[in-house]
Each structure stands twice: as C-alpha cells, then as structure tokens.
Nanobody, 125 residues
Framework: QVQVEESGGGLVQAGGSLRLSCTVR????????MGWFRQAPGKEREAISC????????YYADSVKGRFTISTDNVQNTLYLQMNNVKSDDTAMYYC??????????????????WGQGTRVTVSS
C-alpha cells in the first residue's frame, strides 16, 4: 500500500521561504511521476509542480515559476518543494501526489494517484 505524507507547512511572512517535504512509502519515487498540488479556500485544487526523476522535464505552474523548485532525494524517497519569495496568494493547503500524469505544460492526478493529507501554508503580509 502506498502512503504519502507531507510536512513543513506553517506560517511564513510574505517574501520569506519555506520547504515542504513529502515522504513516500510503498513506492519508489524514482520510478513514478510525482507532483505538488495546492488548494486555496474557495478554489479548485491546482497543480503546482511535477517531475519524474528519469526525465529532464519539469512542470511548473505560471504562478510559481522562478520562485518554487521541486526536487527529490532518492535515497530518502522524499520529494521536496522549495518555496521562495512567497506571496499571500500562495496561502493554501499543499498536497503531494504519487503517480501523476504530466508534461511540460500540464500536470494532473489519475485514478491511481495516491494523495497525502496535505500541509497548510499561510503567508502573512
């Protein structure tokens, strides 16, 4: 059984930084596409960044390009999201997803995607 657990959320001031972590059990993140999504209050869940260790293709939503960086630690089987220069619009629940479908311009969940419970990020102005 695949388990996904996010951590690292919290309260951060606008312009600050935060790093989210996603620990995965039951699946090697080297073999699957992984992603970060977020859902702000009153809005639909959106894909933030997705990647696959085997390819050089990484997806970033326009809203986070140049500020957020996705990375992996294959030894720890952990996915990260480094968030820099955060803005109030980045306030949301952030979810890690294992086994997603993505390309250079899009990323989405699948029926077989395993989601974490989420970690909340609040940006204060």
């Amino acid at each position: 059984q695949v388990q996904v657990e996010e951590s690292g959320g919290g309260l951060v001031q606008a312009g600050g930084s935060l790093r989210l972590s996603c620990t995965v059990r039951g699946l090697s993140i080297r073999s699957y596409s992984m992603g970060w999504f977020r859902q702000a209050p009153g809005k639909e869940r959106e894909a933030i960044s997705c990647n696959n260790w085997l390819t050089s293709v990484t997806y970033y939503a326009d809203s986070v390009k140049g500020r957020f960086t996705i990375s992996t630690d294959n030894v720890q089987n952990t996915l990260y999201l480094q968030m820099n220069n955060v803005k109030s619009d980045d306030t949301a629940m952030y979810y890690c997803a294992a086994r997603v479908s993505y390309g250079a311009d899009t990323c989405r969940g699948l029926q077989e995607t395993t989601w974490g419970q989420g970690t909340r990020v609040t940006v204060s102005s």
